[in-house]
């Protein structure tokens, strides 16, 4: 097990987040606007030439501060019923949250504080697979405890050019 600094086992340290100067930060947002553009066009934005934009955003990819990524809609490609499942557990959360992060119809997972251990969600074809997935795969993991799902209607907004504050 690992120790923080304080020497409480099993609890790690948050990371330093890396400090990123404005160019930097610029680079980030063109690409949020559009994640196609040419490294030349940033470049122009920016102030770099293409192969500097190159080489920082190989860093920054490198590092894990990005991703650049198509994000698609599912309602387009046949998956017609997405949810949250808030998640209740009983014993290592963290196990749990593995064990639905092997699950291809989970796109996210995280750990929260309040009524459920973990939410996820999840994108399927249709109520039948919802149903299924629910009770042959999630409530089938070791340590679920209670399920709660919260089928999506309509999305109104979802966004990723948060930018970089």
Known sequence: MSADPKGKAGAR?????MQLDDVSKAIIEQLQADGRRSYAE???????????VRQRVQKLT???VMQ???VTDPMQLGFYRQAMIGIRVAGD????AEALGRISAVDYVVLTAGSFDML???VCEN???LINLLNKEIRAIEGVQSTETFVYLKLIKQFYNWGTR
């Open 127 to 129: 109520d039948d697979d």
């Open 62 to 64: 490198d590092s894990g």
């Open 93 to 96: 959360t963290t196990k749990v």
């Open 13 to 17: 340290p948050t990371p330093k987040p």
């Open 42 to 52: 940033i470049g122009k934005a920016v102030g770099l030439s293409e192969a500097a």
């Open 68 to 70: 650049v990524v198509a």
């Open 120 to 122: 996820a969600e999840v």
